[in-house]
């Protein structure tokens, strides 16, 4: 089983910036991806930000300029750094990671650290 632990999740004033943090650890074989999702009250789940274990990313269009994610190699870990909030931003953040752990891909997730950006 693997586990995924969040933290930096909290209240920042619009305008801030906030460092989401997320640990792996359990049964990992391969880590094939590391990433975040968000969901805000009435919205479907979306993703903010993913990067694999080649080093490629991709972040949601409302984050690009504004998210950096960072893994370092050979660590079960991803960062997430976001500046210029929004109250739009105002969700819950779950880590999520694609795990490979032959014959099968796995998918897992957090559960999740509340962002809430005030106006």
């Known amino acids: 089983q693997v586990q995924l632990v969040e933290s930096g999740g909290g209240l920042v004033q619009a305008g801030g910036s906030l460092r989401l943090s997320c640990a792996a650890s359990?049964?990992?074989?391969?880590?094939?991806?590391m990433g975040w999702f968000r969901q805000a009250p009435g919205k479907q789940r979306e993703l903010v930000a993913i990067?694999?274990?080649?080093?490629?990313?991709n972040y949601a269009d409302s984050m690009k300029g504004r998210a950096t994610i960072s893994r370092e190699n050979g660590k079960s870990t991803v960062s997430l750094q976001m500046i210029s909030l929004t109250s739009e931003d105002s969700a819950v953040y779950s880590c999520?990671?694609?795990?490979?752990?032959?014959?099968?891909?796995?998918?897992?997730w957090g559960q999740g650290t509340q962002v809430t950006v005030s106006s």
């Open positions: 359990g049964n990992i074989n391969s880590i094939l991806a």
């Open positions: 999520y990671s694609k795990i490979w752990s032959p014959p099968l891909e796995h998918d897992y």
């Open positions: 990067v694999t274990s080649g080093g490629s990313t």
